[in-house]
């Protein structure tokens, strides 16, 4: 269930959005949650919602996927569009139906926030779907390390997130071992009220933490046999390289970005 | 003679609120090109040992010299990149998200320029015979695979000395044999010297010396075929001595003379089918 929500995410697929340099896709991720508050009037979201499937269909990500990213978040979309519905009282009324009133204000409203929220996590799930979560972590290293200068711990950030990231699988595949050796022992994790459920858990969760506590130790004195100490003099085998189309990206985004200034009202 | 690439000088260690010794007044060589195994019961001080030569713990008395260089605070730098090490755990050494992620870790510490990383990487992975999984994830991987990974990550830096701490004790018995045999092929190749530390007498079978070690101390020293037909106390010391020297002993037992302690079974059914063929 977990590894789908970390790794199923990650859509391989020959595309130029999978090709893009993680740094510049993080920076348009970034830009675009900015500029999407420009927006205002119907040619404005119509430009973003422009934008938006252009991308989508750069990334050739099959839309199953797109809509499962969506699911779990389309309660919240729709929860935005009745609370503008029937809270916003500006505008011509439009119906009325004993204590509930609806005006022309709160459909507007209603629908233009609802459908940045859903611009806005068709563009977020579109990064994570196209990029693996390990370009993600050489993006924003790259991306932080001028924060080095005010002593942000950049490098160590970065492999702390790769260790997690190459660890969950493994954590996953002992949490399973676990999980049936203690079913072999009568422990019942399906069943039951929700309070035995719970408790359940705990003969679960406590053979994990300790496994993973002796694992960091022995994988702590595996990186100092080999030589770990820090960032300092360390060279990169992973290269980000920057390319015609991430540039050409980063120049559509601007583009739109002064197209919205100047659209909207 | 021989020259010795690392020497121990009455070696004594203890861990902190421990009032035995792990290693007491240790003393012995190893020579350049040899595989030594290091071969003793749980808590006979075998993997101490290992962190030792590897700086990873510092004697509280004696002396340590690894290719001709003391063993300090400020050396150990040095002399781990000339000791690689492979750990028992294969899933917790392995530091990257992918194979070729992993062998490069030690690379990148040591700040080798990228150009030179990917050659090495490439190179080492052949050799281990795993260059067909380049993008692979760990959790794809069995131990043994896993383990022949580390020993890439290992030869990538160009190791004079490998050292196996319990490497394969953790894997099938195929598993075992990928590892073993990728070693002995390597050893051979580059001239390494090769230190296994394990319980594994069969393992240690193959090597060219063994030090039995019991708590603390170094029991006996000598090759395998003088370690093996001390076989009683080997296994009062906890050890279990490889099913074909038992076998030998079984023959002796009954009156059927062999001409020496048999260390692979191979050699065993070879002398047996040869030697008694009366018909």
Not at chain 1, 161 to 167: A, E, N
Request: overall charge neutral; hydrophobic content about 45%.
């Amino acid at each position: 269930m977990m590894e789908k929500m970390i790794f199923g995410r990650y859509v391989p697929a020959d595309s130029i959005i999978h090709k893009m340099d993680p740094r510049s896709k993080l920076m348009i991720i970034f830009l675009f949650v900015c500029i999407i508050f420009l927006a205002n009037n119907v040619v404005t979201y119509a430009l973003i919602g422009i934008y938006t499937f252009f991308m989508l269909g750069l990334s050739k990500v099959p839309v199953r996927f797109l809509y499962g990213g969506l699911k779990p978040v389309l309660w919240l979309v729709l929860f935005t569009l009745v609370l503008q519905l029937f809270f916003t009282k500006e505008g011509a009324l439009l119906f009325e139906w004993g204590p509930v009133k609806i005006y022309e204000e709160g459909v507007r409203m209603g629908i233009f926030i609802s459908l940045r929220f859903f611009f806005l996590i068709l563009m977020t799930s579109l990064l994570t779907l196209t990029t693996t979560p390990i370009e993600i972590t050489d993006g924003l290293e790259t991306l932080l390390h001028p924060l080095k200068k005010v002593r942000f711990p950049v490098h160590e950030m970065a492999l702390m997130m790769s260790i997690s990231l190459r660890f969950i699988p493994t954590l996953m595949q002992e949490t399973d071992k676990i999980m049936k050796a203690q079913i072999a022992r009568g422990v019942e994790f399906a069943s039951g009220p929700f309070k035995e459920r719970i408790k359940a858990v705990i003969p679960l969760l406590i053979p994990l933490f300790v496994s993973s506590f002796k694992r960091a130790e022995e994988l702590a004195i595996a990186m100092e046999a080999r030589g770990y100490r820090g960032g300092e003099g360390r060279t990169k085998y992973r290269q980000l390289s920057w390319q015609r189309a991430d540039s050409f990206q980063i120049g559509l985004l601007i583009l739109l970005t002064i197209l919205l200034y100047l659209l909207r009202s | 003679m021989k020259e010795s690439i690392v020497t121990l000088k009455e070696v004594s260690f203890q861990y902190d609120l421990q009032e035995r010794y792990a290693l007491n007044n240790v003393s012995f060589n190893i020579y350049e090109g040899e595989w030594l195994a290091i071969v003793g019961h749980n808590g006979s001080g075998k993997s101490t040992m290992a962190k030792l030569l590897n700086g990873l713990q510092f004697p509280q008395e004696g002396e340590i010299t690894v290719c001709g260089t003391l063993l300090s605070e400020e050396s150990i730098w040095d002399i781990r990149r000339k000791i690689g090490m492979v750990f028992q755990n294969p899933d917790n050494q392995f530091v990257g998200t992918t194979v070729q992620d992993d062998v490069a870790f030690g690379l990148e510490n040591n700040g080798i320029p990228r150009e030179e990383m990917v050659q090495r990487v490439e190179d080492s992975l052949r050799k281990v015979k795993m260059d067909k999984f380049l993008h692979q994830e760990p959790h794809h991987l069995s131990g043994g695979q896993k383990q022949r990974v580390a020993i890439a990550g290992v030869l990538a830096l160009r190791p004079s000395i490998i050292i196996l701490d319990e490497a394969t004790s953790m894997l099938d018995p195929r598993g075992r044999e990928e590892v073993v045999e990728t070693v002995r092929l390597l050893k051979e190749e580059k001239s390494l010297t090769v230190i296994s530390i394990t319980h594994d007498l069969e393992e240690a079978a193959k090597a060219d010396r063994i030090i039995v070690m019991n708590k603390g101390e170094v029991f006996r020293e000598g090759t395998p075929e003088e370690i093996f037909s001390m076989d009683e106390q080997l296994i009062q010391l906890g050890l279990d001595i490889p099913f074909s020297v038992k076998m030998s002993k079984a023959f002796r037992q009954k009156g059927i003379e062999l001409s020496k302690h048999y260390l692979s079974e191979e050699e065993l059914v070879t002398e047996l089918w040869t030697s008694r063929c009366n018909m």
